[in-house]
T-cell receptor, first 114, second 108 residues
Framework: DARVTQTPRHKVTEMGQEVTMRCQPI?????VFWYRQTMMQGLELLAY????????DSGMPKDRFSAEMPDATLATLKIQPSEPRDSAVYFC????????????FGSGTRLTVV | GQNIDQPTEMTATEGAIVQINCTYQ??????LFWYQQHAGEAPTFLSY????GLEEKGRFSSFLSRSKGYSYLLLKELQMKDSASYLC?????????FGGGTRLMVKP
């Protein structure tokens, strides 16, 4: 089965440190989403890319978050500096723009900022 | 999602049928997704409705009415393993926006 791979699975870091999360989308999928999930907010869209170009990142705090796709096999989400309120599970999902066949989620990165 | 509404929690009995409703408001609507998410796991794709009507896939069926901004997920012959959150999401402008999810508890 094709899968979306996210690393690391878990990350504990101290406030103020930089955090980088990585995502390898399914080969051939040209649409990539980054979501954050907390108990209080549910799944929040942070950013999304099509053909590696960022199409919307309005859900992302610009002062500390950045998202990039340096190539078709890698998407990154970076937080610098991290804060305790950033503690959440961060999911990456990939698919085709039409949505046919669904978007496939990675297993997520569980981030804890202490 | 601010413009996607679904009940927060539902409880049903093993072997029964349950319907989870979702209403939405959006422009540029392209389709409506349903995802299942077990605690501590990633969401998994259940269905995608683009046109009005009912689509059946085994024990799960999904319905869409675009004119009413309404969808439902129907789960038949409930099993304990169906206890999970069910997330409704619309694909508008090719951007995938989720509702808060419905936590379904299946009891013996």
């Amino acid at each position: 089965d094709a899968r979306v791979t996210q690393t690391p699975r878990h990350k504990v870091t101290e406030m103020g440190q930089e955090v980088t999360m990585r995502c390898q989308p399914i080969l051939g999928h040209n649409t990539v989403f980054w979501y954050r999930q907390t108990m209080m907010q549910g799944l929040e869209l942070l950013a999304y890319f099509r053909n590696r170009a960022p199409l919307d990142d309005s859900g992302m705090p610009k002062d500390r978050f950045s998202a990039e796709m340096p190539d078709a096999t890698l998407a990154t989400l970076k937080i610098q500096p991290s804060e305790p309120r950033d503690s959440a599970v961060y999911f990456c999902a990939s698919g085709q723009p039409t949505g046919v066949g669904g978007y496939t989620f990675g297993s997520g990165t569980r981030l804890t900022v202490v | 999602g601010q413009n996607i509404d679904q009940p927060t929690e539902m409880t049903a009995t093993e072997g029964a049928i349950v319907q989870i409703n979702c209403t939405y408001q959006t422009s540029g609507f392209n389709g409506l997704f349903w995802y299942q998410q077990h605690a501590g796991e990633a969401p998994t794709f259940l269905s995608y409705n683009v046109l009005d009507g009912l689509e059946e896939k085994g024990r799960f069926s999904s319905f869409l009415s675009r004119s009413k901004g309404y969808s439902y997920l129907l789960l038949k012959e409930l099993q304990m393993k169906d206890s999970a959150s069910y997330l409704c999401a619309h694909n508008a402008g090719n951007m995938l926006t989720f509702g808060g999810g419905t936590r379904l508890m299946v009891k013996p």
